[in-house]
């Protein structure tokens, strides 16, 4: 059974903190992706990864940052957690299958930050 | 950029048939997909229409037409357990030669008995 983990279900942090999202899937999958999800707005791209230590700026990276050190691990994290990043936020991958392939993405349980 | 809309909720009754319309704006074009998730549960795969036409999987048809830059999800037979959130989605040309995956805002499906 393919897997994306998330290393929390539940969080939650001080405004200021710095705060680290975990993720790690097993399918060898050269792409990984950070979503957060806000009732009515959708999943909002933050940050993804095409390949090891190579990350590119999703629609909303203020605030965030990401490392990708092992292909199967890609972190997100919030400098200086403030209350607006309160939110559920989505790790998925995918594999890399050309530009018309519509292999799917596969997402973690997600982890609710709540920051306060 | 990207842009895709849908209709924000939509209620039907076991048994029906319901449409889920999803119209995008995109600078490049790489296929439709759509996605399924359950109130606290993660988003799950449904379909991908790369070409113009009807898709079908079961009780759910997805359909393209890329001239029209609209596609949309059909649900048949409803159940209550199809009550879910539905999500389209396209490849981002503006990011990494498409790699990445933008949603819509969803539409909140409600099926009741």
């Known amino acids: 059974d393919v897997k994306v983990t998330q290393s929390s279900r539940y969080l939650v942090k001080r405004t200021g903190e710095k705060v680290f999202l975990e993720c790690v899937q097993d399918m060898d999958h050269e792409n990984m992706f950070w979503y957060r999800q806000d009732p009515g707005l959708g999943l909002r791209l933050i940050y993804f990864s095409y390949d090891v230590k190579m990350k590119e700026k999703g629609d909303i990276p203020e605030g965030y940052s990401v490392s990708r050190e092992k292909k199967e691990r890609f972190s997100l994290i919030l400098e200086s957690a403030s209350t607006n990043q309160t939110s559920m936020y989505l790790c998925?991958?995918?594999?890399?299958?050309?530009?018309?392939?519509?292999?799917?993405?596969?997402f973690g349980q997600g982890t609710r930050l709540t920051v306060v | 950029g990207q842009s895709l809309e849908q209709p924000s909720e939509v209620t039907a009754v076991e048994g029906a048939i319901v449409q889920i319309n999803c119209t995008y704006q995109t600078s490049g074009f790489y296929g439709l997909s759509w996605y399924q998730q359950h109130d606290g549960g993660a988003p799950t795969f449904l379909s991908y229409n790369g070409l113009d036409g009807l898709e079908e999987t079961g009780r759910f048809s997805s359909f393209l037409s890329r001239s029209d830059s609209y596609g949309y999800l059909l649900l048949q037979e409803l159940q209550m357990k199809d009550s879910a959130s539905y999500f389209c989605?396209?490849?981002?040309?503006?990011?990494?030669?498409?790699?990445?995956?933008?949603f819509g805002k969803g539409t909140t499906l409600s099926v009741s008995s």
């Open positions: 989605a396209v490849r981002d040309r503006s990011h990494q030669a498409g790699t990445a995956l933008i």
């Open positions: 998925a991958s995918r594999t890399e299958d050309g530009l018309f392939g519509g292999t799917e993405a596969f």
